[in-house]
């Protein structure tokens, strides 16, 4: 085996860095230090004991397939909700909707694993059923998922129209959290009754443009993903707002 020994190693030019054309191998017990900047664009594995700076991001598993993290901060992990560290924000989505009865009320749609805040414009339907999927239950979990409900541009007619205060028709439940379905991550469905203080349900308000925010809170108690009857969901509400004339 040969052996050279020197303190610094540069190109044939001596203006930059040799190239090793067939790798280098770290032999055990020994380490690597660089004291600039480690550029490789085809890095199969990382080990480190310390603190890993990535300029670009950093993916792990295929194609980012396990997690992201991005240059700004943003972090989505497989499975879960995207999380936004940097400024401790969270991107609101517009929840989905079909119809229950057509031009009269639509199911919500809130799938907590694109997030866990969602907006509804009545003026796009009325809600009668609220189906929270994709939220994932392990032993003894709490998942929220709150919805900001902008009331429609004209006032609802006889407390019915776009707040759902009392039916609207026999087969349409009157309320927010009469009536809720729960799609736990993997697991068949099933309808529940939200639990809502000492009133029965959740009332939106009937004032024109009133901005409404309703958190469903579902307690799995961890006994059995698929009975029903070990999940509780809770909906509780904020006052209504209104828009005023100074900061909007």
Same mark, same amino acid.
């Not at 890095?43 to 992201?68: E, F, H, M, P, Q």
């Not at 707040?163 to 609207?168: A, C, E, G, Q, S």
């Not at 991550?185 to 009754?193: I, M, P, R």
């Given at each position: 085996?040969?052996?050279?020994? !020197?303190?610094?190693?540069?190109?044939?030019?001596?203006?930059?860095?040799?190239?090793? @054309?067939?790798?280098?191998?770290?032999?055990?017990?020994?380490?690597?230090? #660089?004291?600039?900047?480690?550029?490789?664009?085809?890095?199969?594995?990382?080990?480190?004991?310390?603190?890993?700076?990535?300029?670009?991001?950093?993916?792990? =598993?295929?194609?980012?397939?396990?997690?992201?993290?991005?240059?700004? =901060?943003?972090?989505?992990?497989?499975?879960?909700?995207?999380?936004?560290?940097?400024?401790?924000? /969270?991107?609101?989505?517009?929840?989905?909707?079909?119809?229950?009865?057509?031009?009269? &009320? #639509?199911?919500? /749609?809130?799938?907590?694993?694109?997030?866990?805040?969602?907006?509804?414009?009545?003026? &796009?339907?009325?809600?009668?059923?609220? @189906?929270?999927?994709?939220?994932?239950?392990?032993?003894?979990?709490?998942?929220?998922?709150?919805?900001?409900?902008? +009331?429609? &541009?004209?006032?609802?007619?006889?407390?019915?129209?776009?707040?759902?205060? !009392?039916?609207?028709?026999? +087969? #349409?439940?009157?309320?927010?959290?009469?009536?809720?379905?729960?799609?736990?991550?993997?697991?068949?469905? *099933?309808?529940?009754? =939200?639990? !809502?203080?000492?009133?029965?349900?959740?009332?939106?308000?009937?004032?024109?443009?009133?901005?409404?925010?309703?958190?469903?809170?579902?307690?799995?108690?961890? =006994?059995?993903?698929?009975?029903?009857?070990?999940?509780?969901?809770?909906?509780?509400?904020?006052?209504? *707002?209104?828009?005023?004339?100074?900061?909007?």
């Amino acid at each position: 085996m040969s052996e050279i020994r !020197v303190d610094r190693i540069k190109d044939e030019a001596g203006t930059g860095a040799v190239e090793l @054309s067939n790798g280098a191998t770290v032999p055990t017990g020994k380490t690597l230090t #660089v004291s600039g900047t480690l550029t490789y664009e085809d890095v199969t594995n990382v080990d480190s004991l310390g603190i890993v700076t990535a300029r670009g991001g950093l993916k792990v =598993g295929t194609s980012g397939a396990g997690a992201t993290i991005t240059s700004a =901060g943003d972090a989505e992990f497989a499975g879960l909700t995207t999380a936004r560290f940097g400024g401790v924000t /969270e991107t609101v989505g517009v929840g989905s909707t079909t119809h229950y009865i057509t031009n009269k &009320s #639509v199911t919500l /749609e809130l799938d907590c694993s694109k997030g866990s805040v969602f907006t509804h414009d009545l003026s &796009s339907g009325n809600v009668g059923i609220v @189906s929270i999927k994709n939220f994932r239950v392990n032993t003894n979990t709490f998942t929220t998922a709150t919805v900001i409900f902008t +009331q429609n &541009s004209s006032a609802p007619s006889a407390g019915a129209g776009n707040t759902m205060v !009392v039916p609207p028709a026999t +087969q #349409v439940p009157g309320g927010i959290g009469t009536e809720v379905t729960l799609n736990p991550l993997g697991v068949t469905g *099933f309808s529940t009754n =939200g639990l !809502v203080g000492s009133a029965t349900t959740v009332v939106l308000s009937n004032t024109a443009k009133d901005i409404d925010v309703v958190t469903f809170g579902i307690h799995y108690n961890g =006994g059995g993903t698929g009975t029903a009857g070990n999940y509780r969901t809770i909906v509780t509400k904020s006052g209504d *707002f209104r828009f005023g004339d100074i900061g909007f």
